[in-house]
């Protein structure tokens, strides 16, 4: 417990009751989790196994797991149940499945199967219709809005387009005994909601919950909470309303006002000393978020010095902010003599990012872009998936039909057509159709044969994937549907061996899995939907420029931070302009600010292309709420005159160092 501040000590130690811990950016909240994880477990008694720790990604339940690892013996860590949401939301529905009319091995299907479903329940192939329609059903399902009620709710066409659709999307998941991510919260709400007994028993079962990120849960996830913490209430919930940033997916900032009403006996205590920043970038931060309403009132702090000031430059165009943040970037690292890791490139939207890869480029600096094309997106990693779907669960027709087309074996679409015909009219899937006698009548032999060939194929797999280990199915599985194969006859020999070496590359990841864990093919399957492949990529630390969006930002930090495009219609977004959404778009500002440990620097254009044209821009609001104080305007209009002694004076700083690097 050495080096904790009362604050933290106090967030630690607290057990009569429920607790919110309100963690101002920077202040140390993921060390009061674990720590306070290791204080119940070894001062107050609790078990391991009677605890979890409840987050929103992957990433961060995994480095709370290192952390905590540090602290307690492997075997007391390995026994905590740390996990995010979605993954707590599986295991309960796994032992659970019965009770709700699911079988233990349904599928959970990904954004792309469901948008599948979406369109022909909805008949559009429309892909921004499918887009916001999939977005309306996710916030209806997590504002725990059934289909029934949507009809009542729907207002503008897209709405009413949705309602129409949300029934039907709900009863074809069922049929192909699937879940979406939102059920993955929403279900066990229902469970949990229908049968006080189960609820009981998850209740004495994780007799103590941590949650992390608490301002971004949703109605569903608050609901869970509720649910699973039960009289007792036994929680610490961490949170910061001031870096609540997800409203657009459902985040409801009210979960955080609701607590001291739900609860009177909640205890509430800020921790308001920053580890991260300097003093100016502390206090341009708290000038920011004081424009909004509070809930609950703190202010950042820091005892690490009060740091260069602030960087705000006008440029020209986008082409000029691209330019000259890059300049600033290599000067900076070379006068600091700093890693390319240390410095980020902050913006609102990914499109941003385009023309500071482009300059990035040309100057040969390393650079990574955050929020990329996941793993699990390639084409060629999906149509490995659906066979191990389909090993999983035959009832998942989505799978089935991607995995008897690819590579293809004699099974056409006219084939498929009637299968589904059949299988709909008998009220079942189409791998349990292709062996009836019934379909087997309305094809030829010639299209009967390959469809049964390929189901008795799966049925062989399906007995080995539920028994062997991975690390000897996956490769049979590869070898006999020929797939390496089947890409070099598809594609260019290049894009064959890379898109090949993506299979290899997610087949040695099943094996290792595997063999680490002591998991069959199928185990892993069930679990592979949860598990991002990118937090696996990303463990070897490069040297290179972060890229990222501010919302993909949030929980990092940078000793160099550039915030660029803060211009109206940016950050704050044209599209929010109402009050709710300009206070979210100055939660994000601040965000971005509090990111930097020692320098900032904010740039926006005076104008800027679209199209053929220039249109001009305005500077951000929050530029100016930022104070003027510690802060140094350059470019443009506003900019102070140009300091030719400090110029001269950094010139021959520069040259002295080069003079020096060449001795």
Not at 86 to 95: D, Q, T
Not at 411 to 439: D, K, M, N, W
Not at 446 to 460: D, H, K, S
């Amino acid at each position: 417990m050495a080096g904790l501040n009362p604050q933290q000590r106090e967030a630690i130690y607290y057990l009569d009751g429920p607790l919110l811990v309100l963690a101002g950016a920077g202040s140390g909240k993921t060390r009061v989790i674990t720590q306070k994880i290791a204080y119940l477990v070894e001062e107050c008694g609790f078990q391991p196994r009677n605890i979890a720790a409840i987050t929103f990604t992957n990433k961060a339940a995994k480095e709370m797991q290192e952390r905590i690892g540090k602290i307690l013996t492997p075997g007391l860590a390995g026994e905590l149940q740390i996990s995010t949401f979605h993954s707590l939301g599986v295991r309960i529905l796994r032992e659970e499945a019965k009770a709700l009319g699911y079988k233990p091995r349904f599928s959970i299907f990904d954004s792309a199967d469901c948008a599948g479903i979406i369109s022909e329940v909805a008949n559009t192939v429309d892909k921004a219709t499918l887009r916001i329609l999939q977005s309306i059903i996710s916030n209806w399902k997590n504002a725990l809005v059934t289909p029934e009620a949507a009809l009542k709710l729907a207002r503008d066409e897209h709405e009413k387009l949705a309602a129409h659709a949300f029934l039907s999307y709900e009863a074809t998941l069922k049929a192909y005994q699937a879940v979406d991510f939102d059920d993955l919260i929403g279900l066990p709400v229902k469970l949990f909601s229908e049968h006080p007994e189960i609820a009981d028993k998850w209740q004495n079962r994780l007799r103590y919950l941590l949650v992390d990120e608490y301002q971004d849960t949703n109605a569903c996830q608050y609901q869970l909470l509720k649910l699973l913490t039960g009289v007792r209430a036994q929680f610490t919930a961490v949170g910061d309303d001031d870096q609540a940033i997800y409203g657009w997916r459902g985040a409801d900032i009210d979960n955080l006002r609701k607590l001291p009403a739900e609860f009177p006996a909640l205890k509430v205590i800020k921790l308001e000393q920053n580890y991260r920043s300097t003093v100016r970038i502390l206090k341009a931060a708290n000038n920011v978020i004081a424009n909004n309403e509070k809930l609950f009132d703190k202010r950042l702090w820091s005892d690490l010095g009060h740091g260069e000031q602030i960087t705000v430059t006008a440029c020209r165009d986008q082409d000029a902010e691209a330019e000259g943040v890059v300049m600033k970037l290599q000067a900076h690292r070379f006068e600091q003599r700093t890693q390319f890791r240390d410095y980020a490139i902050l913006y609102r939207s990914n499109h941003q990012a385009r023309i500071f890869e482009e300059y990035l480029r040309d100057h040969r600096i390393p650079y990574v872009l955050s929020g990329g094309k996941s793993f699990f997106d390639k084409a060629e990693i999906k149509d490995i998936i659906a066979y191990l779907r389909l090993l999983t669960n035959e009832d998942d027709d989505p799978a089935f039909i991607r995995a008897a087309t690819t590579p293809k074996r004699g099974i056409g679409p006219t084939t498929l057509q009637v299968l589904g015909t059949y299988a709909g009219e008998r009220h079942i899937s189409l791998f349990e159709a292709a062996f009836e006698e019934g379909f087997a009548q309305r094809v030829q032999e010639r299209q009967l044969g390959p469809v049964l060939e390929f189901c008795n194929f799966i049925n062989r797999m399906q007995g080995r994937a539920g028994n062997e280990p991975a690390h000897e199915v996956l490769p049979d599985l590869l070898k006999a549907i020929d797939y390496e194969t089947y890409l070099y006859d598809h594609e260019e020999e290049r894009t064959a061996q890379t898109r090949w070496a993506n299979v290899c590359e997610f087949a040695n990841w099943i094996n290792r899995k595997g063999e680490q864990d002591g998991r069959t093919l199928i185990e892993l399957t069930q679990s592979i939907a949860l598990i991002n492949m990118l937090d696996k990529q990303n463990e070897e630390e490069v040297d290179a420029v972060q890229l990222s969006t501010l919302h993909a930002s949030k929980g990092l930090e940078y000793p160099h931070v550039f915030l660029v495009g803060v211009e109206e219609g940016i950050l704050p977004h044209r599209e929010s302009q109402e009050p709710a959404k300009v206070e979210e778009e100055r939660r994000l500002m601040y965000v971005g600010i509090t990111r930097a440990q020692r320098t900032l620097f904010i740039s926006w254009c005076e104008r800027r292309k679209q199209a053929r044209e220039f249109v001009p821009c305005e500077p951000s609001r929050f530029i100016e709420e930022m104070g003027r104080d510690d802060i140094r305007f350059t470019g443009g209009k506003q900019a102070a005159p140009a300091d030719k002694a400090t110029g001269s004076a950094r010139l021959d700083a520069m040259k002295a160092m080069l003079s020096g690097k060449k001795g």
